[in-house]
């Protein structure tokens, strides 16, 4: 067995310093008037969030909320897997193993996992464990092929018996969906129930059926991302190498690339600030910019993006729940997954969008705890 070792966040001084030195130097593009973020990311905006990123934001006290957790680090399959273990004070509490995606990280699960361990009634405690994929954070970065949602599945899996968890559940949304519908699959005999706040699937052979207004404009929602937002997931899942130069280099470029989509994937009120405070979103760019994981991270879109690495074309047995959230990016009608998904558990959410543990954790976790009362 592969040891288990305690990680505590200290990042140098100098990483800090050379932050600040890049984000004072930037050689800024031009941009055309009043173009707004229809060409992309706005100047204006990012010029304003990485001033206040080098000359106000203050990394050191987001370190020390990342440091209340309790971190770890250990080897699975070859490769460095950084993860949260939260125990909850209440003894038979459930153990879960929560997966984040791209342009997340753990950083997501700072307000969710407190509610999570230390709920208002013990008996929806949970055990947390909320693992940095392979080549994000921490765990960063990837050091050979082959790291997709199956392979990643396979190595929570193994952490979570590593963790002595006889029985457990997992949780996720974006790339952590994918990862714990495969967990679902591939360990069967521990995983108990698997719950999701992102789950899409395209129209059946027979036609799309008799679509509510509310599924309409999800599938609307799903066309806009796929005709305006995902040139993205096109060069990850194809040249990610080629972009990472820019990325790994620029504190700038890596915070256009990822605050753009805060802004088109949140339930926002045209600012990212009204669904995720800046700092929060600034916590999560940094850990991407001090881990150098721009490139190993976008490397799961070519992983994944090949035929079979998904991992999503066989039916899911495993008892799934849906957390459904209104300003998601693809949201597919309840009915076009049933014949996929053993679906026990469907909940319209009021407000909410793609980093739904972030925007609305209180939400999110109530829908969490009344999914899994019926597996403890």
Sequence with gaps: MSEIAPFTVDIPDAALEDLRRRLREARW???IPDAGWDYGAEMGYIQELA???????????????????????????????HFIHQRSPHPDAYPLVISHGWPGSVVEFLDIIGLLTHPDDPADAFHVVAPSLPG???????????????????????LMGRLGYGSYG?????????????IGRCDTD??????????????????????????EAGLARANLYFTEGAGYMQIQSTKPQTLAYGLNDSPVGQLAWIAEKFLAWTDNDG???????????????????FTATAGSSARMYYEVLRPGAAGITEPLDTPIGVANFP????RAPRHWLEGSYNIVHWTEMAEG???????????????IRRFFRRFR
């Design 327 to 330: 300003m998601e990016i693809m």
């Design 271 to 289: 600012a990212i600030e009204t669904a995720v405070s800046r700092d929060r979103l600034l916590t999560n760019v940094s850990l991407y910019w």
């Design 51 to 81: 001033r206040y990123w080098a000359e106000e934001y203050d990394w050191r006290a987001a370190e020390a909320e990342l440091n209340r957790l309790d971190h770890y680090t250990t080897a699975v399959d070859g490769q460095n897997i």
């Design 136 to 158: 994000y954070g921490f765990s960063g970065p990837t050091a050979e092929r082959g790291w997709d949602a199956v392979r990643t599945a396979r190595a929570f899996a193994t």
């Design 190 to 215: 521990h995983c108990e129930a698997v719950h999701v706040n992102f789950l899409f699937a395209t129209a059946p052979d027979d036609g799309p059926g008799e679509l509510t207004e509310a599924e």
């Design 170 to 182: 997992a949780q996720g949304g974006d790339w952590g969906s994918f990862i714990s519908q495969n």
């Design 29 to 31: 593009p031009d941009q």
């Design 353 to 367: 969008g793609h980093f739904a543990a972030m925007e609305e954790p209180d939400a999110l976790a109530q829908d």
